[in-house]
């Protein structure tokens, strides 16, 4: 057996050095974390949501850490498309890794605008749709929590994106694979699962919430059991690729996702408590498999067995 098993992992629409992707929302641009970690050690990155206009968020407080956990609130702040491509982009364009960026919107014609928009700048592989979260300030709603809105929008931008289109879904529906199929029928090329869960947090000696916002997303090691489940079920009814996240903090965590049909995943809070975690992960996922006899990572992907 080799000492250098092959994490690459093949998409169809794109191919990844290996299945570890930074989350959007958790990772910045990417260039915040250069003083932390060499970014072409990653599969890709996400970078954070983009509006066409600059969006300043949701008020302070905007973050509750939990028992297992964090709640965020912070309402999708970010730079906007311009600044983006006329500053950030330019930094980019030299990586050896997938850059993939976070397209918001207020609306269809917003989404598809941000879209049109980024199709005439290099040094992007992909978009992703991101319809799913939940702590704006409309109370959680979102248009990937209805399966009719979800088709309607995917549909909108794919028939106009240059580029391949990754469906961000939220887990706060009744049937996340009935959303799931909705995004792949409209054309989305993958979908990446699990957005965080609608949650809350009370300070008992004020009696207010602890977020002004009153509602946000809960993410962390809470959440992996539920998401890791979705995954599966998910996956088990798509035919394209299923991007899983949702609590990941270890290799071994990594490998439950792709164990239950995730073709790569996605690591979020976990960059928050250690900002130099994703290189580890990727080197602990090569050991894993030259200390299992695997030769290649995309073997595992599906291969959960009947209890």
Known sequence: ????????????????????????????CGL????????????????KGLYFEPRSGNPPPRLVETAAGLINAIGLQGIGVKHFTETILPQLKDLQTAVLVNICGESEEEYVRVADYLNGHEGIA???????CPNVREGGRCPAQNAESTYSLVRRVKQMSARPILTKLTPN??????????AEEAGSDAVCLVNTFLAMAIDIHTRRPKLANIYGGLSGPAIKPIALRMVHQTAAVLSIPVIGMGGIMSAADVVEFLLAGASAVQVGT?????????????????????????????DLVGGIKSP
């Open 270 to 298: 976990a960059n928050f408590i250690q900002p130099d975690i994703l290189p580890q992960i990727v080197e602990d996922l090569r050991r894993f498999l030259v200390k299992n006899n695997i030769k290649q990572i995309t």
């Open 32 to 47: 915040e974390f250069t003083p932390f970690i060499d970014l072409n050690e990653l599969g890709g990155f996400v970078v």
């Open 173 to 182: 529906v009744t049937d996340i694979t009935l959303i799931a199929r909705s």
């Open 1 to 28: 057996m080799t000492d250098t098993p092959d994490l690459s992992v093949e998409l169809g629409f794109l191919r990844l050095k290996n299945p570890i992707l930074a989350a959007s929302g958790t990772f910045g």
């Open 126 to 132: 992909a978009y992703e749709l991101n319809i799913s």
